[in-house]
C-alpha cells in the first residue's frame, strides 16, 4: 500500500511539471503588439525601503512609454527617510505623486493590499501595473506591458528575475524565482493561471473595482497577486496573457540570509488553505505531502529500515523532471546560467518548503 501511494505522489508530481514544460512550449514569445494609445497607472506600494527607492524611481523615470502614464508611490506608514526621498523626486517629475498612508492606520494582516488599493483609487488611467519597492524594471517594461492589452486581454503577467551575489542563498533564489516565473507563464499558457507576481503585474482598472478590489481577501496575509486574478478570471469575457520578452524582466532585491528567506516563503504559503478553489487547494496538500516524504523518507530508510528506493525513486523523478522544466524556461528567458544551480537547490527546496508552510498556516513570520 506504501508503495502505491508513493507512486501516486511522484506520479502526480511528474505529471505537473509536464504539464508545466508543455506550457512553456506553447507560451508565445511575446512582441509589440498595440499602439502606445493606452494610459497607464504604476503603482508602487513602499514601507521602508530608503535602501532602494532611489535607484527605483530613477528606473521608472527612464522608462521610454509613449503613450500617457503616471507613477504614484505609496508611503506605507515607513518610519525611515523613505517619505522624505519620495517627496523630494516627486518635486522635480511631475509624472509622479505620493500616497501616504498615515503612521497611526489601524492593524491590518496583509498592509500592502490597503497600500495598493490606496493608490488605485488616485490612479487616472485605464491600466493599473503593480511592481514591488526593491523592483528594477527595463525601460520598455511599460511598453511591453500595456501592449499585451489588445482585444478582451484584461490581465498581462511579466517575468522577474532575482538579482544577487553569487552566493548560496542568492543562487537558490535565483533559481527558484526561475520557477516561479516559469509556472506563471505555464499557467497562463494553458488557460488555468495558477500563481501570479505583483512585481511585475497589469489588470484593467475596471476590472479590479468590478470583482470588489481586494475586499474578501483583506484579512489574508498574502495574496495581492494570485488570489486576486484568481476571483478576475472567473468575470465572463476575461482574457489575459503572460509578456514572455525576455527584454522587459524585472529585476528584484533577494533577501540576503536563511532567516530572511524562510521567513519571506512563509509569508508566501499563508494563505495556502483559503483558495476558493478547493481542488487547487487539494492538490497543493497532495504536492506538499510529496515533499514531506522526501524529508523524511531518508531517516525513514536509515532508522526504521524502509528501503531506500522509496526516497531515491521519487528523488530522482523530481529532479529530472525540475531539470526539464527549469531548462526550458531558462532558455526562452535567455538566462540558462542558473541552471549550474540546480543540484544544491533541490537539495535545499525540500527542507524550505516543508518548513515554510506550517510557519505560514500559523502565521509565524513578520512583515515590515
Not at 67 to 74: H, L, P, R, T
Not at 138 to 156: D, E, H, L, Y
Request: charged share 15%.
Amino acid at each position: 500500500m506504501s508503495e502505491v501511494v508513493i507512486g501516486v505522489l511522484t506520479a502526480l508530481y511528474v505529471g505537473l511539471l509536464l504539464f508545466f514544460a508543455l506550457g512553456l512550449l506553447r507560451a508565445k514569445r511575446a512582441s509589440i503588439k498595440g499602439p502606445a494609445t493606452l494610459g497607464v497607472s504604476v503603482i508602487v506600494p513602499l514601507r521602508n525601503e530608503e535602501a532602494f527607492v532611489t535607484r527605483t524611481l530613477h528606473a521608472l523615470e527612464a522608462q521610454d512609454y509613449k503613450g500617457k502614464w503616471e507613477v504614484i508611490c505609496v508611503n506605507d506608514r515607513s518610519t525611515d527617510q523613505t517619505p522624505i526621498l519620495l517627496e523630494s523626486f516627486a518635486a522635480t517629475h511631475p509624472r509622479f505623486s505620493v500616497v501616504h498612508i498615515p503612521l497611526e492606520a489601524p492593524f491590518l494582516e496583509s498592509p500592502k493590499k490597503r497600500a495598493l488599493e490606496t493608490g488605485f483609487t488616485h490612479a487616472k488611467y485605464e491600466i493599473l501595473m503593480t511592481m514591488d519597492a526593491d523592483c528594477i524594471p527595463p525601460k520598455c517594461w511599460v511598453t511591453s506591458m500595456a501592449s499585451q492589452f489588445v482585444g478582451n486581454i484584461s490581465i498581462v503577467q511579466g517575468p522577474k528575475k532575482n538579482t544577487g551575489s553569487r552566493s548560496l542563498v542568492h543562487t537558490y533564489q535565483k533559481l527558484e524565482t526561475l520557477g516561479y516565473t516559469c509556472i506563471e507563464a505555464a499557467g497562463f499558457s494553458m488557460g488555468t493561471p495558477m500563481v501570479a507576481s505583483a512585481a511585475a503585474l497589469a489588470y484593467k482598472k475596471d476590472l479590479f473595482f468590478k470583482v470588489g478590489g481586494f475586499g474578501d481577501l483583506v484579512h489574508l496575509s498574502s495574496g495581492d497577486d494570485d488570489m486576486l486574478v484568481h476571483k478576475m478570471v472567473k468575470e465572463p469575457n476575461v482574457t489575459f496573457c503572460y509578456n514572455l520578452d525576455p527584454e522587459a524582466v524585472v529585476e528584484t532585491a533577494p533577501v540576503d540570509s536563511w532567516r530572511g528567506l524562510l521567513n519571506q516563503r512563509a509569508r508566501w504559503a499563508s494563505n495556502s488553505t483559503n483558495y476558493s478553489n478547493h481542488a487547487y487547494t487539494f492538490l497543493l496538500t497532495l504536492i506538499y505531502t510529496f515533499y514531506v516524504w522526501l524529508l523524511l523518507s531518508p531517516w525513514l530508510a536509515i532508522f526504521a529500515g524502509f528501503p531506500w528506493e522509496w526516497f531515491l525513486i521519487p528523488f530522482a523523478c523530481k529532479v529530472i523532471a525540475d531539470t526539464l522544466f527549469l531548462t526550458i524556461g531558462a532558455v526562452r528567458l535567455r538566462i540558462s546560467s542558473l541552471l549550474f544551480a540546480i543540484p544544491h537547490a533541490e537539495l535545499l527546496q525540500i527542507p524550505i518548503i516543508v518548513l515554510a508552510v506550517p510557519m505560514g498556516i500559523f502565521k509565524i513570520f513578520k512583515w515590515k
